[in-house]
């Protein structure tokens, strides 16, 4: 299954399926200072022929803190980052969490993307998040989301953790290229 992104800003973004359907979207409302919040929402069914408009539901929040645990919203809890999808790893670039199936599941925040895989002895790839390529080398593509079919029932958390773990990845990069510019290390 793919999903297609507006952008790769994932706080701020629009997730279509492959029939071109909205299916979530994001926004993160621009705060200068205090505590930035992620509402992420979900399409409602519609079975209502005479109201074609598209309808949503809040899926979930992201509470976004800087010097202590972001907190996930969802469900009708509220449970911190730290406890739900815990860092592992060298550089604390793995985060695992166990899917609605009760199985482990590990994002791996590699270098330009996000991977996600059953954190066990398969670890077999569930998702992958591709960025936009311009198409001057190879095929030009959008910002996707390929998800596999063997995890589409758990889609909701998939898309809560992706936004969760991009936006770390994000922040590393950009903090990464930063040191680089300065000169620093």
Not at 119 to 124: E, F, G, K, N, Y
Not at 165 to 173: C, H, I, P, T
Request: charged share 25%; with cysteine.
């Amino acid at each position: 299954m793919q999903l297609t992104l507006s952008t790769e800003h994932v706080r701020n973004t629009i997730i279509t399926n492959e029939q071109g359907q909205i299916i979530y979207k994001t926004e993160t409302p621009f705060q200068l200072l205090g505590v930035r919040t992620t509402t992420i929402w979900k399409i409602k069914p519609n079975d209502d022929q005479h109201h074609m408009q598209d309808q949503f539901d809040v899926l979930g929040e992201i509470e976004w803190h800087t010097f202590a645990s972001s907190k996930f919203r969802y469900g009708g809890t509220e449970i911190e980052t730290k406890e739900f999808i815990p860092k592992r790893g060298l550089l604390g670039r793995q985060r695992v969490f166990i899917g609605a199936d009760s199985r482990p599941y590990c994002w791996d925040l590699k270098s330009r993307v996000v991977v996600l895989s059953r954190d066990d002895a398969s670890r077999t790839e569930v998702a992958r998040f591709h960025r936009a390529t311009l198409g001057i080398i190879g095929r030009k593509r959008e910002t996707m989301l390929e998800v596999s079919p063997e995890v589409a029932h758990m889609m909701d958390i998939i898309i809560m953790t992706f936004i969760y773990v991009e936006k770390l990845r994000k922040d590393q990069e950009e903090a990464s290229g930063n040191a680089a510019a300065s000169g620093g290390s």
